[in-house]
């Protein structure tokens, strides 16, 4: 039965494209404004889909926590062994925020009335329980966090908050995974980052990511001219631009993106082997993550994508490396520092971009007026709709 509705919505949505005819806007503007829109998204992917929530490096030993956040909601991960919890950082007592503190190690007491909690989330103590509590069954089955599914691959963690979560196979393809694993095998446990809260929605900046012809303008007196995106300008395939039904898998890509200009290679190509061909690549994991290597896997940047309201949104930064040939902490240090300062610009740019066109968007009455090359922003912002149900 379920087989007979989704042949007939798969149908329903081909003719429906058909009908559309070419697509001159990858969203209408009020997708990116609009407060019902983003309540949608809110149920719908970021409380339905495994989202990245944070790296192993951040919990470098057992009994070590962190506060992350999804929306507004705060989540606490906790590392106990090798095994790592998620839970809302929330008491289940008088709803106490459980921690304020970003990070810790240690029991997880509350400060109010010292309930505390095992690292999966169970009770482990109500001082004066006989005396003072009295509570039923029931109550005490209500009595410990509330938990969600974590999954760790390599020292990436992703956090589902739906209790029947999708496999994370559905979202993320074979090669992704592997590639998340592989590459976390060479990774030295040094991280380095940094957060900001920035006037865009959230879609905006993947867009941005997805859309290969600005680089080579926008980042003209940065990346660009380290990295040469001239492969972009290919002529499209009359099949590339069709636009077409995707899976949810195929919103997440592993691309080389860029080769390096060959005068300005960067700093590390001496001290650090590359984990993959030389070259410019990028993970745009659906729906908020997204990775880059400048240096065919000798340090990666993170940006994760945490929408607080249409026009807002937080952005954690990380930056990570591949071990390099001779091991010297002081200078590791410094590469983290060097390569937080080197990102800043070029994020610079992107994020000034689409902080400009959030304010535009809400004051004009224009649409969108884009073309065939961003094919792939279009089917995937036709998933997004259908995911969403708008
Ligand atoms: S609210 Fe946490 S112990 Fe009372
Ligand atoms: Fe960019």
């Not at 404004?33 to 149920?43: R, T």
């Not at 990436?156 to 590639?179: G, H, N, W, Y």
Request: aromatic share 10%.
């Amino acid at each position: 039965m379920n087989k007979v509705l989704s042949l007939i919505r798969s149908a329903v949505n081909s003719i429906r494209l058909l009908l559309d005819g070419p697509r001159e806007s990858i969203l209408p503007r009020k997708f990116y404004i609009d407060d019902s829109i983003f309540e949608l998204e809110k149920k719908r992917i970021f409380n339905k889909l495994w989202l990245f929530i944070g790296l192993t490096n951040e919990l470098p030993v057992s009994g070590c926590w962190i506060i992350k956040k999804v929306i507004h909601k705060e989540i606490l991960i906790i590392r106990d062994g090798d095994t790592y919890h998620a839970h809302e950082n929330v008491c289940p007592h008088k709803n106490m925020r459980l921690r304020s503190e970003k990070s810790g190690k240690g029991p997880l007491v509350c400060r109010y009335h010292a309930w505390s909690f095992k690292p999966d989330g169970s009770l482990a103590k109500i001082p004066d329980f006989d005396k003072s509590y009295m509570l039923t069954d029931r109550q005490l089955e209500r009595a410990c966090l509330t938990s969600f599914h974590i999954k760790k691959i390599g020292n990436f963690l992703f956090v589902c908050m739906d209790p029947k979560p999708i496999s994370i196979e559905t979202q993320f393809d074979a090669k992704i995974i592997r590639s998340l694993k592989l590459l976390s095998h060479r990774l030295t446990p040094e991280f380095g980052c940094f957060f900001e809260t920035r006037g865009f929605n959230w879609k905006l900046n993947f867009e941005n990511l997805r859309d290969a012809l600005h680089p080579a303008v926008l980042h003209a007196s940065t990346l660009a001219k380290e990295v040469d995106f001239s492969a972009q300008y290919v002529q499209l395939k009359p099949l590339q631009q069709a636009l077409r039904r995707l899976d949810l898998v195929e919103a997440s890509s592993l691309s080389k993106d860029g080769e390096h200009k060959t005068e300005k290679r960067g700093h590390l190509i001496n001290l650090i082997d590359p984990s993959f061909g030389e070259g410019y690549y990028n993970w745009l994991l659906f729906p908020n993550f997204h990775m880059a290597t400048p240096d065919g896997g000798r340090s990666y940047s993170i940006e994760v994508h945490n929408p607080l309201s249409p026009s807002q949104t937080e952005v954690s930064h990380f930056v990570i490396f591949s071990k390099p040939n001779n091991l010297d902490d002081v200078f590791l240090d410094e590469i983290v520092e060097h390569r937080l300062r080197g990102l800043r610009p070029v994020m610079g740019e992107d994020y000034e971009a689409c902080e400009e066109i959030q304010v535009a968007l809400q004051h004009t009455n224009r649409e969108q007026n884009i073309g065939a090359y961003e094919h792939y922003n279009i089917n995937i912002a036709t998933m997004y709709r259908r995911l969403i149900g708008r």
